[in-house]
């Protein structure tokens, strides 16, 4: 307890800002009791707390849980791709609009991790087309294709329609049995929708893992969430979800599947003429059929210049030039098709180093490899099988004792994790172009594809051992004399680790991980660390699934798991912040102490809650009395009060949208009335 020389007996000033800037810390009950105790919204700076910044929302997809995004620099602007459950959404920086572009759809993302048993039938639907989107359904019916050619159970449900009912999106909830390629699949029943049509495009034909209920586990034989991990190639963008083949998107602006023998991507190699926007595009040509198009821009003597793939046909070759068949307004257009070798059908994750992209745990045809690595030649995403012609390769990191989990930046390296491991990935070049090492760093690891975040040279990240940060030579545990890991722990979703997520607030030095606490179904808290001053903090108020990574766009972009999507801007928004100290008793637990006066310094705007609180004994709840609260209106102000105690409690609460206030210090002045 400090006391001023020129103060009489017994009477005391206490500067309470040291303290209130210590950060969130839920384990220490000793001599030196930490300040807060409690925390919910508040953010510490180096000079302050804060009520923590809101943001605006930019849109919503009208579909649950996102789960990934990127900005790259594309068409003259920031575009940002935002990956939910079942599709893949478009939006502009420079078209300041609150709607999102459809560019992927056909996605069978696992919402949860549930319990899993093997199939007992092949025929399994594994891609499919729509190829009539109908009319009349609302979001939310399931569809279930009980006639067809061949098989059934084919169970869909509807996430995404447009004006008039017709769907443009769709999550499988039940694969079927007994398919077969190319077989039609229509359904016309539902609210009042008729006319949808899909098209199987590949099957299952061997055993698999299948969800077998909503029973959440955490064992081997359980279908973890899936995530999104994107990274780019230029303009181009490419997406691993954990749950089927690598997404590519090229000129065009559709997302297709990177998979063997199938188009990759098309070029417009001539415009034509007299096409209009939403023209339906069928092109022939070439040694494949099938290949279709909805033109998405025009320019001069209105020749196309954008095209949205609507169906990618089959057997093409590489750089096959295809003719529009003028069966519309428009004639002339050509464009030219690329194919690729790439052999995944499954794919955790995926990053780009130099002139290579680098895929990690994945399935092919031929089996399952959880530890392996991949590249595709050199500046070339299409080529993945190693030849003497090219610099594609693999390798198996054989010290790992556990799936591949997520791959980030580390300085100039790869920073590769498995639960509890770290490797290094360098390049090397030819003839090997990639090699690793077992990094010494202890106690590093990724509970998911998304938990370590890179941070200039080193990265964060959780393991399930806890928070970390390593450089890739050492690894430094945080958060332990805290309590904060221990904390997560005991609250995290048994079985839902999967849907962890770290991002990187720079504008304000903060780690932030986005975690389900007590929810089996989605994120509902952050836990956040902010590396200049070594301080935690939590916010619950707030449902992100996802954070865009790549950084294009000025400000940071969240996704939460109802769909919508927010520009992280400092803006005034909803939610809650409140903040509980431990108990304090000034160095002298017999004393009764008796407050006369609080000197708060405050700026901002808002009027935050300040209550006093007394307990008896250290480990009793605190009594806060409306005598002894007051809101902080002014800027620096001596708030005169009289309360008495042996246990001090201090609470800072502030609810309303517009607050943004920030509280630098805080002084308590009072006197020692006598003990018991």
């Not at 509807?158 to 699949?185: A, C, F, K, Q, R």
């Not at 359980?222 to 998107?249: H, M, R, Y």
């Not at 003028?326 to 990053?351: E, L, M, N, Q, Y």
């Not at 992100?544 to 939460?560: F, I, Y």
């Amino acid at each position: 307890m400090s006391t001023s020389p020129r103060s009489p007996r017994n009477f005391f000033p206490v500067d309470l800002t040291p303290l209130l800037l210590s950060g969130w810390q839920t384990n220490k009950f000793d001599l030196s009791i930490p300040f807060w105790e409690e925390v919910d919204g508040l953010q510490f700076t180096e000079t302050s707390i804060r009520r923590k910044p809101g943001h605006s929302q930019i849109g919503t997809t009208a579909t649950a849980n996102i789960r990934g995004m990127i900005s790259v620099p594309e068409f003259d602007t920031s575009t940002l791709y935002i990956g939910t459950l079942s599709n893949i959404y478009r939006w502009k920086l420079d078209e300041y609009t609150d709607s999102f572009t459809n560019v992927g759809s056909g996605y069978n993302l696992n919402q949860n991790s549930s319990t899993a048993g093997w199939d007992s039938a092949s025929g399994r639907v594994n891609e499919y087309t729509i190829t009539s989107r109908g009319n009349g359904y609302a979001v939310g019916e399931i569809l279930t294709f009980t006639s067809s050619s061949s098989g059934i159970d084919f169970k869909v449900e509807v996430t995404e329609v447009g004006g008039t009912g017709s769907i443009y999106g769709i999550l499988v909830l039940n694969s079927g049995t007994g398919h077969i390629v190319d077989e039609v699949l229509t359904y016309n029943a539902g609210s009042s929708g008729g006319n949808f049509v899909v098209t199987v495009n590949s099957i299952t034909t061997h055993s698999t893992w299948i969800d077998e209920g909503a029973v959440s586990t955490w064992d081997f034989g359980s279908n973890e969430a899936s995530q999104w991990s994107f990274t780019n190639f230029g303009t181009w963008v490419l997406g691993a979800n954990d749950a089927g083949p690598l997404v590519i998107k090229k000129s065009s602006e559709s997302f297709l599947n990177l998979e063997a023998a199938k188009v990759s991507g098309a070029t417009i190699s001539t415009a034509g003429d007299s096409y209009t926007v939403g023209e339906a595009l069928t092109f022939t040509g070439g040694s494949g059929s099938s290949f279709t198009a909805t033109v998405t821009s025009i320019g001069g003597s209105s020749g196309i210049t954008g095209i949205k793939v609507t169906a990618v046909g089959s057997g093409y070759l590489n750089g096959e030039e295809l003719t529009e068949n003028a069966a519309g307004g428009g004639s002339g257009a050509k464009v030219v098709v690329t194919t690729s070798d790439c052999p995944f059908t499954r794919v955790r994750a995926v990053s780009k180093s130099g002139p290579h992209l680098i895929a990690i745990n994945y399935d092919t045809s031929a089996g399952n490899f959880p530890q392996n690595v991949a590249w595709c030649s050199m500046d070339d995403p299409d080529t993945w099988i190693g030849a003497a012609d090219n610099s594609a390769g693999s390798l198996t990191l054989r010290e790992a004792t556990s799936d591949l989990k997520c791959i980030v930046p580390l300085g100039e390296s790869k920073a590769i994790y498995t639960d509890s491991q770290m490797f290094i990935l360098n390049y090397i070049g030819s003839p090997y172009y990639f090699g690793y090492e077992t990094a010494m760093a202890n106690g590093a690891g990724a509970i998911s594809s998304q938990a370590v975040i890179a941070v200039d040279r080193v990265n964060y990240g959780l393991s399930s051992r806890g928070f970390f940060m390593t450089d890739g030579n050492s690894v430094e545990v945080i958060g332990g004399k805290e309590g904060i890991s221990n904390w997560v722990f005991d609250q995290l979703s048994t079985g839902e680790y999967a849907q962890v997520v770290a991002s990187h607030n720079r504008d304000n030095h903060e780690v932030v991980w986005s975690l389900p606490i007590g929810d089996a179904s989605k994120c509902t808290a952050e836990v956040v660390y902010n590396y200049v001053t070594s301080t935690w903090s939590k916010r619950t108020s707030t449902l992100c699934s996802s954070t865009e990574l790549s950084g294009t766009l000025p400000l940071r972009v969240s996704g939460d798991s109802a769909g919508n999507v927010y520009l992280e801007d400092g803006e005034t928004s909803p939610h809650n912040t409140t903040a509980t100290t431990r108990a304090h008793d000034f160095d002298d637990p017999f004393a009764i102490k008796e407050l006369t006066s609080i000197r708060v310094g405050k700026t901002g705007d808002g009027d935050p809650l300040i209550e006093i609180g007394w307990a008896e004994n250290i480990d009793d709840e605190p009594t806060f009395n409306p005598s002894d609260s007051f809101h902080a209106k002014k800027q620096y102000k001596e708030y005169n009060i009289r309360t008495s105690g042996r246990y001090l409690f201090l609470r800072i609460s502030s609810s309303d949208d517009n607050d943004s206030w920030e509280i630098s210090n805080i002084t308590i002045k009072g006197r020692i009335r006598g003990f018991r």
